[in-house]
């Protein structure tokens, strides 16, 4: 397979904006720091699981400075299937969120939707996927290859290594977000191993999720029952 360096050679010699999938986690940065200095014109947007969470607002502004780039916001597509999917909603919602027919957009159709938004038609969509990441990701790599023309994707660290990820952020002296010290990688879902923590250093942020998913305190109160 082509090395993910010559990837990036070979898309910064095309000269044209590359999309990034910018989820605040390590692998999208390291995925961000390798374009900027292959000197690819980098397209960011983050998608959010909950509106409004302020450590995520927070840690997502910091990187537009870092950067010097706006990043696009958007609804990620896990959230309409949360709520169409009535998950942690109380049984007077329901019919609510049925009546409303939320859409639940693919990521490609998300990339399509943000391509014709700013005029980059044909751009590629990146992501940080590695394949050393997990044996899933690796088969995965192996079985459609780190570019797929068909639908304008690129792994563009694909073949790195957590050292790699490591040596680029100390590089660029560039530091994870803040939920990493309280779960070890961005967050990711409405399980324990995200809620105890953000209910206990973001208060507010538990607040406002709670006012989305009315029930998600159940997932605490049972964990900790049970411990």
């Not at 090395?3 to 989820?23: D, H, M, N, T």
């Not at 597509?77 to 957009?105: D, G, H, K, M």
């Not at 660029?172 to 990688?185: A, D, I, S, V």
């Amino acid at each position: 397979m082509t090395s993910s360096e010559q990837i990036r050679a070979e898309l910064a010699a095309e000269g044209k904006p590359v999309l990034l999938g910018f989820s605040r986690g390590k692998d999208s940065i390291a995925a961000w720091l390798a374009m900027r200095e292959a000197g690819i014109e980098v397209v960011p947007y983050h998608l959010y699981l909950v509106p409004g969470l302020r450590f995520i607002e927070d840690s997502r502004k910091f990187y537009e400075d870092f950067f010097q780039t706006p990043i696009l916001n958007l609804p990620h597509p896990t959230l309409y299937r949360w709520l169409n999917s009535l998950l942690f909603q109380p049984p007077e919602r329901a019919a609510v969120i049925e009546a409303a027919q939320l859409p639940e957009p693919t990521y490609e159709e998300v990339a399509d939707m943000i391509r014709e938004d700013l005029g980059h038609a044909g751009a590629w969509n990146a992501d940080g996927v590695r394949a050393a990441d997990s044996p899933n990701r690796r088969m995965a790599m192996v079985t459609h290859g780190p570019k797929r023309d068909s639908v304008r994707k690129v792994s563009i660290v694909w073949d790195w290594r957590i050292a790699d990820v490591r040596d680029a952020l100390k590089r660029h002296n560039c530091p994870l977000p803040e939920e990493y010290t309280w779960f070890g990688r961005s967050f990711d879902g409405l399980d324990f191993r995200f809620l105890d923590p953000i209910r206990q250093h973001a208060p507010d942020d538990y607040e406002r999720i709670l006012q989305w998913f009315p029930l998600a305190d159940l997932e605490v109160f049972r964990r900790n029952l049970a411990a």
